[in-house]
């Protein structure tokens, strides 16, 4: 099966979420429990892959977000900025301390497709559909990483890079896309 396989759609009351397990108990629960509720405060929009019974096969939920300077208590020391600077190629007039963002809150896969590609897949879609469909202003996709060897190998093969060397031992990690990659 291929993402394209697939029907696109965005989180609905009647859309059928409860047969999804992705295998990691938080991200099966937040479609299952929250995204729901999450959509109806405007916190997060989930949008769906399913076959034409409705049958769930990948999921991702975004919100906007901005990535602040918000100073050393955070650990984003002047250091980080400048090297954030330098990364994305902006002259010193452009420099700021906020970065418009797009969010990637959750994603999954059912754990049926693991190993199918599938994951990559939805990955190379959230990037292109956020800079043509949807069409934020924003520059960087960003994420907390769950800091697990699986997930951190596949952020690093989507081309995410890790923000800060301080969280190397919490339980997630912040990591960015840059956006002007997909523009030619």
């Known amino acids: 099966m291929e993402l394209s396989d697939l029907i696109?759609?965005?989180?609905?009351?009647?859309?059928?979420?409860t047969t999804f397990d992705c295998g990691l108990?938080?991200?099966?629960?937040?479609?299952?429990?929250?995204?729901?509720?999450?959509?109806?405060?405007?916190?997060?929009?989930?949008?769906?892959?399913?076959d034409e019974k409705g049958t769930v096969f990948a999921f991702f939920s975004i919100s906007n977000d901005c990535l602040n300077?918000?100073?050393?208590?955070?650990?984003?020391?002047?250091?980080?900025?400048?090297?954030?600077?330098?990364?994305l190629g902006l002259s010193n007039v452009k420099r700021i301390r906020q970065y418009p963002a797009i969010k990637i809150g959750r994603l999954g896969v059912h754990k049926d497709l693991h190993g199918s590609g599938i994951a990559y897949q939805l990955m190379d879609f959230i990037k292109g559909w956020v800079m043509i469909d949807h069409k934020p202003a924003c520059r960087l996709l960003i994420l907390d990483a769950?800091?697990?060897?699986?997930?951190?190998?596949?952020?690093?093969?989507?081309?995410?890079?890790?923000?800060?060397?301080?969280?190397?031992?919490?339980?997630?990690?912040i990591m960015y896309y840059d956006l002007e990659k997909l523009t030619p």
């Open 25 to 50: 108990e938080d991200i099966t629960s937040f479609l299952q429990d929250d995204a729901v509720a999450y959509q109806a405060e405007k916190m997060a929009n989930t949008y769906l892959f399913q």
């Open 69 to 87: 300077d918000l100073g050393d208590e955070h650990g984003y020391t002047n250091n980080i900025w400048n090297r954030l600077h330098r990364f």
């Open 146 to 173: 769950v800091n697990q060897p699986k997930q951190v190998k596949y952020y690093d093969r989507n081309d995410f890079k890790f923000l800060l060397k301080s969280d190397e031992s919490s339980k997630t990690r």
């Open 8 to 17: 696109f759609t965005p989180l609905g009351e009647e859309s059928q979420i």
